[in-house]
Nanobody
Framework: EVQLQASGGGLVQAGGSLRLSCAAS????????ITWFRQAPGKAREGVSC????????YYADSVKGRFTTSIDNAKRTVFLQMNNLKSEDTAAYYC???????????????????????WGQGTLVTVSS
């Protein structure tokens, strides 16, 4: 079965850290962009970071730059999102998604949930208490 499995969410105090995992089964990350999204209650889903396996580039939303880091373990087919210095505004359900986005379009389109039509993981909840 082809799927993505997100995990690692939890409750953490402001300033703390969490590491989310997104494990793929049934396919490899070759030629895929793997993106973390988050959705807070009452808000639209927003792109947090995107790893493009085509050229190894990682993109980040301005709101998380310098605090979040994406890494990948190709052997384990897992993408990680290390989240440091968490803030209350980071509270959300976090999702991972994978899509074959043409390399010339990744930078301009990775934030758009509608681009990801094939693989979505279930959400993992991150709650940051202030």
């Amino acid at each position: 079965e082809v799927q993505l499995q997100a995990s690692g969410g939890g409750l953490v105090q402001a300033g703390g850290s969490l590491r989310l995992s997104c494990a793929a089964s049934g396919f490899t990350f070759d030629h895929y962009s793997i993106t973390w999204f988050r959705q807070a209650p009452g808000k639209a889903r927003e792109g947090v970071s995107c790893y493009s396996s085509t050229d190894g580039t990682t993109y980040y939303a301005d709101s998380v730059k310098g605090r979040f880091t994406t890494s990948i373990d190709n052997a384990k087919r897992t993408v990680f999102l290390q989240m440091n210095n968490l803030k209350s505004e980071d509270t959300a359900a976090y999702y991972c998604a994978a899509e074959r986005i043409p390399p010339t379009l990744v930078q301009s389109s990775w934030r758009e949930p509608r681009v990801y039509t094939h693989y979505w993981g279930q959400g993992t909840l991150v709650t940051v208490s202030s």
